[in-house]
């Protein structure tokens, strides 16, 4: 690990995790409000690319061991079958559909399929951001 300062790592820390705090909060709000899964994917990245900048690249990658080529395909086969699923029903392609529900702790809640179509987009820009910043960094050249 490089020489950085202790207080480099502990604001790194802070602010990632409020950042990330953030992208969820842009995530839940997209479908009725400004934000969703593309926003929210973004600050995801800066916050994780915030964290690779501070710490060196294979303590990240012990941390948080995933292949972000298999993140972009589990994104976009999400947000593909969530757009099929109407056509099922006589729809059109990425029909919408929602309805409200008892829930036992949150009360009457409104699910919807933008939701997992708004996380299938999240881990596609996610994946995609991090694939190419990670790749970008590792060049030897």
Do not use: C
């Not at 995530?27 to 973004?42: E, Q, Y």
């Amino acid at each position: 690990m490089r020489n950085t300062p202790v207080q480099l790592h502990v604001i790194t820390r802070i602010v990632a995790f409020i950042i990330l705090a953030f992208s969820v909060f842009l995530f839940f709000a997209g479908h009725n409000n400004p934000g969703g899964g593309f926003i929210g994917g973004l600050m995801s990245a800066s916050a994780l690319v915030l964290l690779y900048l501070s710490f060196d690249l294979k303590t990240i990658k012990r941390v948080i061991p995933f292949n972000y080529a298999k993140v972009i395909a589990s994104g976009l086969l999400l947000a593909i079958l969530t757009g099929i699923v109407g056509m099922f029903f006589g729809f059109p392609f990425l029909t919408q559909f929602f309805d409200y529900f008892p829930l036992p702790i949150l009360g009457e809640t409104e699910l919807t399929t933008a939701l997992p179509f708004d996380l299938g987009i999240y881990l596609v820009v996610v994946g995609f951001t991090l694939l190419v910043i990670l790749t970008v960094a590792e060049d030897d050249n």
